[in-house]
């Protein structure tokens, strides 16, 4: 079995200075973090080996290319690309892969898709089924991959190419209406069932968030689409929670600085004496962007009049 110690030297790159989100808006350059370009290259270095020009392209997206992937609290999200849809050997290949990859590092996961040429141009859509890494394990069997507007816009506006024709020199789908339509709905069925869910102290999504962890994956998560539908273009959780910031009155500010707080492993005392209160605000600021963001996209989709 290779090892980072014995796995053949995969191509090496000099990646660009990735941007990240100022407090301003503007657009500031970011090295990719150590620790991810030692995970791609013992990536790369067995997929190499295993099945030499499987994998055609490789590009990260998520939270590395946001510039806010904190190793403690994050995964390395990845868009790989065959030149077709992996057959049954190339799936077993895959999986190797990924086990031998996940036995050498736990943490940070290295999640995401595998897509072919076409599916970059023709959508998620056209992806239904492919195949997908999730908290390191491969997902061949599930026909539900996590193939979103999401994975496509990041791509095209933030990605980074390590392997093929760079981010610029692809033909990558967009669709502004669809991001919109997706993040709205997911709004309703995901953020909003799970805050009712959660109005139940006594149950396992209200102990929820009660904790650290629950309180940024809330406040952050549901600004991050309040932000989209806002703006038109993807941000992190920490562009999410200063986006909240300017956008929201100061009734909300201790709440949101709250969340960043936690997501940048700041160990100043929490905000809150009494977590109760704490979950409280999660819920009461959770519904009130919910409705905020649905009040966006309304506005944004209604037909002029007159």
Do not use: C
């Not at 190499?48 to 939270?63: C, K, Q, R, W």
């Not at 491969?138 to 095209?156: D, R, Y």
């Not at 919109?180 to 069932?193: F, G, M, R, V």
């Not at 102290?201 to 009660?210: A, D, E, M, Q, V």
Request: zero cysteines; a neutral charge; hydrophobic letters at 40%.
């Amino acid at each position: 079995m290779l090892t980072r110690t014995n796995a053949p030297t995969s191509r090496r790159w000099a990646p660009d200075p990735i941007p990240i989100w100022a407090d301003s808006g503007r657009l500031e350059p970011m090295s990719i973090p150590s620790i991810v370009t030692d995970t791609v290259e013992f990536y790369l270095a067995l997929a190499d080996a295993e099945a030499p020009g499987l994998i055609e392209g490789l590009y990260l997206e998520g939270s590395v290319a946001l510039g806010d992937f904190r190793p403690e609290a994050g995964d390395i999200d990845f868009v790989a690309v065959t030149a077709a849809p992996p057959d049954a050997a190339a799936l077993a290949t895959l999986e190797r892969i990924h086990t031998q990859l996940r036995q050498q590092q736990r943490r940070p996961f290295f999640d995401g898709t595998y897509l072919t040429w076409n599916d970059l141009t023709a959508g998620p859509a056209a992806a239904i089924g492919r195949p997908f890494s999730h908290e390191g394990q491969l997902q061949a069997k599930s026909g539900a991959g996590p193939q979103t507007p999401v994975t496509w816009h990041t791509l095209a506006h933030h990605g980074v190419a390590l392997r093929g024709p760079a981010i610029g020199d692809l033909d990558i789908w967009t669709d502004p209406a669809a991001l919109a339509a997706w993040q709205n709905t997911n709004l309703e069925n995901y953020w909003a069932s799970g805050l009712s869910r959660a109005a139940r102290l006594i149950s396992k999504p209200g102990l929820g968030l009660l904790t650290d962890y629950g309180t940024v994956w809330t406040v952050t998560g549901i600004a991050r689409l309040h932000y989209t539908l806002a703006t038109g273009d993807i941000t992190s959780k920490d562009g999410a929670g200063r986006h909240a910031l300017h956008t929201f009155p100061d009734r909300w500010h201790r709440i949101i600085n709250e969340a960043l707080r936690l997501r940048r492993g700041d160990s100043r005392q929490t905000l809150y004496r009494n977590p109760l209160a704490r979950r409280r605000d999660i819920l009461a600021f959770g519904h009130m962007a919910i409705a905020d963001a649905h009040n966006i996209y309304d506005n944004r989709s209604a037909p002029d009049v007159g």
